[in-house]
């Protein structure tokens, strides 16, 4: 039997909050102070890292400490200050941590992020509204549809399409292929897939993207019971574009084969080396197969923003489904992304009505729920840092960091080719090299070890930090080049330690 209520001593029925907990929560007027002590001294904490930090990676004694594990206590017995605590994270994280900000992290697709975005960050956690429900985002919901009405005008979508934020290019990914897949069966078979399933069919699906695509697109395949053997990875021409007449043999070789086509996917802006895929020609070869058109702009999504390159993602506006990353060109902090449709009715193979959360009698009276789109349930309202982004940089501002990035690429692109030690893959389309340091003389297994011991070294250094990738099988460098900061005498100082750490682990090579 539950106990009766009204025989509780009211203090019990208070519970803790009349013993000292209180104050640890958000919001009430006792805890004002707290509150703001707790944020002032975090704010200090991050001043110091950003003002202080001379190169990408911090103290590298501590970075050098590679079993961190050992470090932390998560003794939650003998609680310590938040001061202290981040005393304590100082040696565990922040004095080490990589500076994306900092001028020579040339690294990953990581980028600088936008000091407007970290007010945005600051209420998205501090309210801490959920985009579930209309009822719990009123505002929320409104800036968030504002912001994909925006970002499908801006792809040149024609009305009636639709969208959504994501947690990442993965995610968005994930919803192209998935709304690609259950429009293909609806069309074909007699199956309703979120209620019923696949049909048998399904087992012939096959999905193609050029060899050069993320890996996220094989991943979704895998999730999406298809198998990762449902891609078909279409060679790329020299420009690493994904190669047409290649694409269209394949095509040809698994309808002969008796598969089925279901989803063609054009990469604006490959990881490796932000190639864009031939859009136009893709998706006319998606229309002639009756396939889905999905385009992966997690890097590329940027240049929509750029006069000077945004022909460069011509085509895109025919993708029956698009990724765009804001946490990548549109310089936000994670994570940040957006999926678009062009039809709003394929929202229909995701969504489902909760009684609790977005019953359908609810969306006959017009209230607008995110939830029904999404995969996620409980989700951040980071749509915020968006909107906070183009109503204080704009959009011809961010366009011009982006013109910034790619200018940068090519001049970098100009001092590494002038160096007869370094080799170059590609020219960069958007901002990223692919290259190595090759003096005459060693074989390619000697100069994949060469590069590999000099992207260590680099990174031992604490003075600059590259990636590294392997195109058929032999490892090269790369620059991912996202801070409109970095300048080129700065690009052509990380060149030069490339070339002395070079220099000195080649000795021990010949
Ligand atoms: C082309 C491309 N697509 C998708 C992704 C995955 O994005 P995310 O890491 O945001 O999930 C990446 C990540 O680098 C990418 O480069």
Redesign the pocket.
């Known amino acids: 039997m539950g106990k009766n209520i009204k025989t509780m001593p009211l203090g019990k029925i208070a519970g803790p909050l009349t013993s000292g907990y209180r104050d640890i929560f958000h919001g009430g007027p006792e805890n004002v102070d707290y509150y703001q002590k707790t944020v002032q001294d975090t704010l200090e904490v991050i001043t110091h890292f950003l003002q202080t930090r001379q190169t990408p990676l911090g103290d590298t004694s501590v970075h050098s400490n590679k079993n961190k594990i050992g470090l932390i206590d998560i003794n939650s017995k003998e609680t310590i200050s938040v001061k202290e605590c981040l005393t304590e994270l100082c040696d565990i994280y922040i004095n080490d941590a990589t500076a994306f900000h900092h001028s020579s992290y040339v690294a990953?697709?990581n980028c600088p992020i936008l000091i407007p975005t970290l007010a945005a960050e600051m209420i998205i956690s501090s309210i801490n509204s959920s985009m579930d429900t209309w009822d719990q985002s009123i505002g929320a919901t409104a800036i968030e549809l504002r912001l994909i009405e925006w970002m499908g005008k801006k792809l040149q979508y024609p009305e009636g399409f639709d969208g959504v934020f994501t947690?990442?290019?993965?995610?968005?990914?994930l919803m192209g292929l998935l709304l690609a897949r259950d429009s293909y069966i609806k069309k074909n078979y007699n199956v309703i897939p979120d209620q019923h399933g696949l049909p048998a069919e399904a087992k012939k699906f096959k999905i193609f993207c050029s060899e050069m695509?993320?890996f996220?697109?094989s991943k979704g395949a895998s999730i999406l019971g298809l198998g990762k053997d449902a891609i078909i990875s279409v060679p790329v021409d020299k420009d690493y574009r994904m190669d047409i007449s290649k694409l269209k043999d394949l095509l040809y070789k698994e309808q002969e084969n008796g598969n089925l086509p279901i989803t063609l996917i054009g990469?604006a802006?490959?990881?490796d080396f932000g190639s864009v895929d031939p859009l136009h020609e893709i998706s006319r070869i998606a229309q002639e197969n009756g396939m889905w058109f999905h385009v992966?702009?997690?890097?590329?999504g940027g240049l929509l923003l750029s006069k000077k390159h945004c022909n460069k993602l011509s085509g895109i506006e025919k993708a029956d489904s698009c990724?765009i990353?804001l946490?990548?060109t549109f310089f936000q902090p994670?994570?940040a992304?957006m999926f678009l449709m062009r039809d709003h009715s394929n929202v229909s193979f995701i969504q489902y009505h909760a009684d609790y959360l977005n019953p359908k009698e609810q969306e006959a009276c017009g209230v607008p729920n995110l939830v029904k789109k999404s995969l996620q349930t409980t989700r951040r309202f980071d749509a915020l840092k968006f909107w906070f982004t183009l109503r204080t940089v704009g959009e011809e501002k961010l366009g011009s960091y982006i013109d910034e990035i790619i200018y940068l690429a090519k001049g970098t692109h100009y001092l590494l080719d002038e160096h007869q030690d370094f080799e170059v893959l590609n020219t960069p389309e958007i901002s990223a090299l692919v290259f190595r340091y090759a003096p005459e003389g060693l074989s390619k297994n000697k100069l994949t070890e060469l590069n590999q011991k000099i992207k260590q070294a680099v990174f031992d250094s604490g003075k600059a930090m590259v990636a590294g990738t392997k195109v058929n099988n032999e490892f090269y460098l790369k620059f991912t080049l996202l801070n409109p900061m970095t300048t080129l005498v700065e690009m052509r100082n990380v060149i030069h330690l490339i070339q002395k750490i070079g220099e000195e682990q080649s000795k021990n090579l010949i």
């Open positions: 990953h697709l947690s990442g290019g993965t995610q968005s990914n695509s993320h996220s697109l990469t802006g490959t990881t992966d702009a997690a890097y590329g990724t990353d946490h990548k994670i994570s992304s």
